[in-house]
């Protein structure tokens, strides 16, 4: 019987010792537990402390000035924030609101901030406007002033500027270019340079240079090729003028006809120069 006692006494010590073991192992785990809930929280607090009064706060259109009245706004994300930059995207002289970013963590709640867009207006409507116009008068002239025109009446161009005006200057030259490009337009003389140069109506040459053969003796210096250059450009000086005439090298019975059946315009140089009453 002696034995059997020992036996559960050995028994209920045995249970006793792991039940202590159990209960120590219980206290270990919830003090461990306990003291990395501590430091968890530290942790987080710190960080946000850091996050807070650190340098690495993200603002929208960030400034050198902030105020407390800043409203405070949601990040559009994903496919929202691809349409709402689209939709957001100011156009000239508005007030916009613009959302910051950075390749810092951005944060949702971050700063806003009123935004004036201080983008100048361009406005080229005028100035497109006055190059169309000055090209469609360009244009006119050139179409008014033909400059195509075939070798033969370019050399014969050149020949009776030389010939009548060889001893003018630049734009008494043009002058008389300007004559004949005028009788080539109009309707009471021929289409072409050398037809209204050579022009003999009822037997009468319209130019001197024709009759004595001085057109073609003359050789064509440069200041009449930049005569000529000029006047096929559009350089007119002649007011229409149709017909000129030098009074101290012209027989008088000519003299009289220009007096009494043409109307006058101008002097200049040994030129007198004329057009239809």
């Known amino acids: 019987m002696k034995v059997e006692k020992d036996l559960r006494d050995d028994a209920s010590e045995q249970t006793e010792r792991k039940n202590e073991k159990i209960r120590g192992n219980s206290v270990r785990s919830f003090a461990v537990l306990t003291v990395c809930a501590v430091l968890a929280m530290i942790i987080s607090f710190g960080t946000k402390i850091s996050i807070g009064n650190g340098n ?128 080539v337009k109009s309707e009471d003389f021929p289409d072409t340079v050398t037809e209204v140069v050579w022009d003999n109506s009822d037997g009468v040459p319209q130019f001197s240079p024709t009759y004595d053969g001085r057109i073609n003796e003359v050789s064509v210096s440069d200041e009449t090729r ?31 006809w220009f007096e009494k059946d043409l109307k006058k315009l101008f002097k200049y140089g040994v030129h007198e120069f004329y057009t239809y009453k």
């Open 56 to 183: 690495n706060r993200v603002y929208a259109a960030a400034d050198t000035s902030r105020n407390s009245t800043d409203e405070e706004a949601a990040v559009p994300t994903g496919i929202a924030g691809v349409v709402s930059g689209v939709s957001d995207t100011p156009s000239s002289g508005s007030t916009i609101t613009r959302i910051g970013s950075s390749c810092e963590q951005v944060i949702v709640g971050q700063r806003v901030k009123k935004v004036e867009n201080t983008t100048a207006d361009l406005n080229v409507s005028s100035s497109m406007e006055n190059k169309v116009n000055e090209l469609d008068a360009r244009s006119i002239t050139l179409a008014e002033n033909p400059t195509l025109m075939s070798d033969e009446d370019y050399d014969t161009l050149l020949r009776i500027v030389e010939a009548e005006a060889g001893s003018e200057d630049i734009k008494g030259r043009v002058l008389v270019a300007n004559v004949i490009m005028n009788r």
């Open 226 to 256: 930049e005569a000529v250059k000029q006047a096929l450009k559009g350089t007119d000086y002649s007011e229409g003028a149709l017909f000129f005439i030098q009074k101290s090298a012209a027989e008088a019975h000519n003299v009289k």
